[in-house]
């Protein structure tokens, strides 16, 4: 037999690539899976190809590294660079980079294929060209964000729904110059959309909705101009278990009108909601058009509502509370905090009926004994006071 001392020494130096990657799969500690990349160069490399989610450190408060000649150079050099080292990103968060314009996202070209996630929040200097650049280098996309991109208009994002089949996350909100033609591009493109925010759009009123795909679960527009139709729409996927259209500038409904004789409840755009059946969670918050027979409709029509947030609607009173309380069983969570109308009268409702119900949000003007007498009936059903 040999001497074993004249044998060479092995260091984990000398393991495969493929170990050395499971060994870093195998750290759940951000802190050790940094420390793993300091060890050496080799395993820096290691680090960085396996890192899937990129987070690029700019805000509209904080400043970037200057060039030589004092010009930020984001598009030509930092994000190049951060490109060109980590490979297998799925994942990029260029939120609030106001200096990326389209010429940056060009970078995109060689290295988006992978790409499932994109957010470029309030990157004011991307518009229709960029939204295409972004089309052809990512045509995986599952999820973007273009909140506050004031120059993404209905062509930009008909270009981005022809292209990203697969997508299922869109937040367009504050995208001022989209309309109900983008809004129906995306809808009819995208069979697999599962939510979509458009808040703060006062150009959709809501028919680009019609024809989506039964995928489309959740929906946020708040302070939007939705109408009947637009309502309709959204009705329409069968699909919807969330739905935000609180503090909305709702068509056709004048507020006025709430508190005249000639006001006609029909013409509520909200009361469509009643026949959607699968709906969920609901938030009406600072509705104030909102008014009994919309309350009366939603509550018979929507029977797995689990929560409803109908603070500061106002035009809710008594008979509208009932019909929470009695048709609505699988209601859990209620906000009433801030409903000039509502009392322990109204409280009462939920005393006898809703089974379900588990936390109410209220304001703070029941009096001890009012209190004490829903606990007593209702020990499991938790009063919050706002």
Known sequence: MGDLSTNYETSIMDLPDGCLTIIFHGLDCR??????????????????SNLQSLQFSCSSSGPLPLSTNGVVDLNT????RLMRRFQQFESISLSGCRWLNDAGLSVLLGHGSNLLELNLDCCLNVNDYGLSLVSSACPSLTSISLHGCHDITDLGLETLASTCLCMEYVDISQCTQISDNGLRAL??????????????????????????????????????????????????????????????????????????????????????????STIKILNFRLCKTVTDPTVIAIAKGCKLVEEWNLALCHGVSIPGWKAVGFYCNNLKTLHVNGCRR?????????????????????????????????????????????
Not at 33 to 45: P, Q
Not at 229 to 240: C, L, Q
Not at 364 to 382: A, G
Request: charged share 20%.
């Open 342 to 386: 509502f009392n322990f009268s109204c409280l009462a409702f939920f005393r006898d009926g809703c089974e379900s119900l588990s936390t109410v949000y209220i304001t703070n003007s029941l009096k001890p004994f009012e209190i004490s007498r829903f606990s007593c009936k209702r020990p499991d059903v938790c009063l919050k006071f706002a």
């Open 187 to 276: 809808t009819w493109c995208c069979r697999q959309l599962k939510g979509i925010k458009i808040s703060y759009c006062d150009g959709i009123t809501g028919v680009g909705f019609s024809g989506c795909s039964n995928t489309l679960a959740r929906i946020e527009a708040d302070y939007c101009n939705l109408n009947l139709e637009g309502i309709k729409g959204i009705v329409s996927s069968g699909g919807i278990e969330y739905l935000d259209v609180s503090c909305g500038g709702l068509k056709y409904l004048d507020a006025i009108q709430m508190f005249c004789s000639v006001y006609n409840p029909i013409q509520d755009p909200l009361a469509g909601i009643a026949f959607c």
């Open 77 to 80: 050099i930092h994000l190049p």
């Open 31 to 48: 802190t050790d899976r940094e420390s793993f990349a300091l060890t050496c160069r080799k395993w820096l490399y290691l680090r960085d």
